[in-house]
């Protein structure tokens, strides 16, 4: 897939993966309605008005199921009745298909579905967990990310960009913090940085049926 990056016929901005580089479809489940999962050919996105409860096929998947009822502010969230739940759904779609399920470092959705965190030996479904920041791919701010990973293995996965110094932004700043950076918008906390949706996408295509 690597060779086969080209700009799309609707966003001449946007990189897209040509289709005849994927093996399968890709399925891109609880993307936002302007994710640029849309722009990638072969990608098989499923946003809040598709309802990606609804997926049934048997390809691979990557999942960015809503994570603030599991995150560090839970206390705080107040999620929609029935989204805690899509991540239970992610997670049973990637032990069955094959894929990678994106969620932020420290989610309490590991403790529940018993998922190996980073570091630990595999699962019985194959998985494993490795932890990336989304800043290494573009992000203007830091954001740790814990990637549960079933059907490819970590040499096959694809290079995995470093980038050093101080991202520009934060999530979210504390008064408690001198120097204050500028902090990123809702949108743009949830959006994916396109070379991370490349990468992954890149990732997924090397999954092995499970």
Request: proline share 7%; glycine share 6%; hydrophobic share 35%.
């Amino acid at each position: 897939m690597n060779d086969n990056l080209k700009k799309s016929s609707t966003n001449s901005t946007a990189p897209c993966v040509s289709v005849d580089a994927i093996v399968r479809p890709v399925a891109v489940l609880f993307a936002r309605e302007d994710s640029i999962y849309k722009d990638l050919l072969g990608c098989d996105v499923y946003d809040k008005k598709r309802n990606a409860l609804l997926f049934d096929k048997d390809y691979p998947v990557i999942a960015h199921p809503p994570c603030r009822a599991w995150g560090n502010l839970r206390r705080f969230a107040k999620p929609e009745p029935g989204e805690k739940a899509l991540a239970l759904f992610a997670v049973d779609i990637i032990r069955k298909n094959g894929g990678i399920l994106e969620h932020p470092r420290g989610s309490t959705l590991w403790k529940v579905k018993n998922l190996p965190r980073p570091g630990r030996e595999k699962d019985k479904y194959g998985g494993y967990t490795i932890q990336v920041n989304q800043f290494w791919w573009g992000h203007r701010a830091a954001k740790a990310t814990w990637l549960y990973i079933v059907g490819i293995e970590k040499y096959d996965l694809p290079r995995i960009p470093l980038k050093f110094g101080e991202p520009s932004h934060v999530v979210a700043w504390s008064r408690k913090r001198k120097g204050r950076r500028p902090h990123i918008g809702k949108a743009e906390r949830e959006r994916t940085p396109v070379d991370f949706a490349i990468w992954l996408c890149r990732a997924v295509e090397q999954c092995k049926q499970v």
